[in-house]
Nanobody, 131 residues
Framework: LQLVESGGGLVQPGGSLKLSCQASGATLDNYGITWFRQAPGKEREGVSCITSGGGSTKYADSVKGRFTISRDNAKNTVYLQMNNVKSEDTGIYYC??????????????????????WGQGTQGTQVTVSS
């Protein structure tokens, strides 16, 4: 399984972006997906996650009410809609897959977890929020 992130760019504070996480090599139906971000000089942090069927989601407190995670398994893609962005949302955004049996019922946002595609050349997509 390989995931490719896209959709990043430069956006003004208060604006919107929609990120995509496209899978290849396997279908996403059995995978929970987590979005992470890493700002310059900071550790990677979990932003949001969604279970394999899309029935359950989680958000970091810093993005609740502004970001929405969704998935289209027919397109093998998970999305992160970012609204009312702030300067602190700047960073490289990555997605990770969790194919464990629990993925249909719960998703995880911790970085200390053996995600299926960790270390497979994930490039991420840069989001820069600036006026």
């Amino acid at each position: 399984l390989q995931l490719v992130e896209s959709g990043g760019g430069l956006v003004q504070p208060g604006g919107s972006l929609k990120l995509s996480c496209q899978a290849s090599g396997a279908t996403l139906d059995n995978y929970g997906i987590t979005w992470f971000r890493q700002a310059p000089g900071k550790e990677r942090e979990g932003v949001s996650c969604i279970t394999s069927g899309g029935g359950s989601t989680k958000y970091a407190d810093s993005v609740k009410g502004r970001f929405t995670i969704s998935r289209d398994n027919a397109k093998n893609t998970v999305y992160l809609q970012m609204n009312n962005v702030k300067s602190e949302d700047t960073g490289i955004y990555y997605c990770a897959a969790d194919g464990a049996p629990h993925a249909h019922a719960l998703c995880v946002t911790t970085t200390r977890y053996p995600y299926d595609n960790w270390g497979q050349g994930t490039q991420g997509t840069q989001v820069t929020v600036s006026s």
